[in-house]
């Protein structure tokens, strides 16, 4: 597609249930990153994949966070045994290449932890 | 520890006037930065950016400045409109780390 795309854009689920979400890059961008944005806040860097390279794992909070990008396309982003505090939307970027600033970003999938 | 951040919280103008949203960052490493618009509901939009080479960039409507001797960045908007109310966000890097690094953003509201 023209733009980077995340499904689902709104995920409720209940404290202890896991949830995946997941970011399609534009097509050619070897560079992805996910963010976690909590209401009226900043963007928090979670996780980054560079091509084959092993991602840049330092902004995940905790060991239910994981993510996994297959080559230059498709990443999940999993939330193992989610809990309140993880209620926030998720961002997803991509970049066409590392010397390039300039990060795409999707529109977010907005998670509520009941 | 290294950090950017906004002065301003949130910035409230008339339709037309000019709009100046500040940022302050830390790392003097800082050598590539980026302001960003974010509607609500929405994905962060690239508006400028600049980097340290330089000391002011020119888009649009938008005029980024840089005093790399206060660690200091603006955006000016000028002839402000009502579709510029969003958050701003500056975010920075610096050679050799891939992640862009953002500040808490200022809420731009703009009355017609």
């Known amino acids: 597609g023209a733009g980077v795309s995340q499904s689902p854009s709104n995920k409720v689920t209940e404290k202890g249930k896991d949830v995946e979400l997941r970011c399609d890059p534009i097509s050619g961008h070897t560079a992805l990153y996910w963010y976690r944005q909590r209401l009226g806040q900043g963007l928090e860097f979670l996780i980054y994949f560079q091509g084959n390279s092993a991602p840049d794992k330092s902004g995940l909070p905790s060991d239910r966070f994981s993510a996994e990008r297959t080559g230059e396309s498709v990443s999940t982003l999993t939330i193992q045994r989610t809990q309140q505090e993880d209620s926030a939307v998720y961002l997803c970027a991509s970049r066409p290449r590392l010397e390039t600033g300039e990060l795409f970003f999707g529109e977010g999938s907005r998670l509520t932890v009941l | 520890g290294e950090s950017v951040g906004l002065h301003l919280p949130t910035l409230s103008v008339q339709e037309g006037d000019n709009s100046i949203i500040n940022c302050a960052y830390s790392?003097?490493?800082?050598?590539?930065f980026i302001w960003y618009k974010q509607e609500s509901g929405k994905g962060p939009q690239f508006i400028i950016d600049?980097?340290?080479?330089?000391d002011k960039r020119q888009g649009q409507r938008v005029t980024v400045l840089l005093n790399k001797t206060v660690k200091h960045l603006s955006l000016q908007i000028a002839a402000t409109q009502p579709g510029d109310s969003a958050v701003y966000f500056c975010?920075?890097?610096?050679?050799?780390?891939?992640?862009?690094?953002f500040g808490k953003g200022t809420m731009l509201l703009v009355s017609p």
């Open positions: 975010a920075e890097n610096h050679s050799g780390y891939s992640t862009l690094t």
């Open positions: 790392n003097s490493a800082s050598d590539y």
């Open positions: 600049i980097r340290s080479n330089m």
